[in-house]
């Protein structure tokens, strides 16, 4: 069974910074699409981040520049790396796994999801 664990999730000041981290098991990841999505209260499900087999990255227009996606093949981790967070980045912040290399901004077209974290930045 695969699961996806998120960690690295809690309160920060705008302007700070945090790392979150999704583990993977019961399936490699190393040739497959991760990606970060995420939930504001009342918003729907937003793309983030997200990086394919081959290691390219996307960013959605409104992180590009603060967010770095990447991940550790050896450890079947993916990383969220997020710097001057603001408090529109407020949100629940799920990982995401594909079967297949390529990436994708739609929700719907991803396989797995982890559970999430919680991400809250006061002002």
């Known amino acids: 069974q695969v699961q996806l664990v998120e960690s690295g999730g809690g309160l920060v000041q705008a302007g700070g910074s945090l790392r979150l981290s999704c583990t993977a098991s019961g399936r490699t990841f190393s040739s497959s699409a991760m990606g970060w999505f995420r939930r504001a209260p009342g918003k729907e499900r937003e793309f983030v981040a997200a990086i394919t087999g081959i290691g390219v990255t996307y960013y959605s227009d409104s992180v590009r520049g603060r967010f770095t996606i990447s991940r550790d093949n050896a450890k079947n981790t993916l990383y969220l790396q997020m710097n001057n967070l603001e408090p529109e980045d407020m949100a629940v912040y799920h990982c995401?796994?594909?079967?297949?290399?390529?990436?994708?901004?739609?929700?719907?077209?991803?396989?797995?999801w982890g559970q999430g974290t919680q991400v809250t930045v006061s002002s």
């Open positions: 995401a796994g594909r079967r297949i290399s390529f990436a994708s901004a739609r929700a719907d077209q991803w396989d797995y």
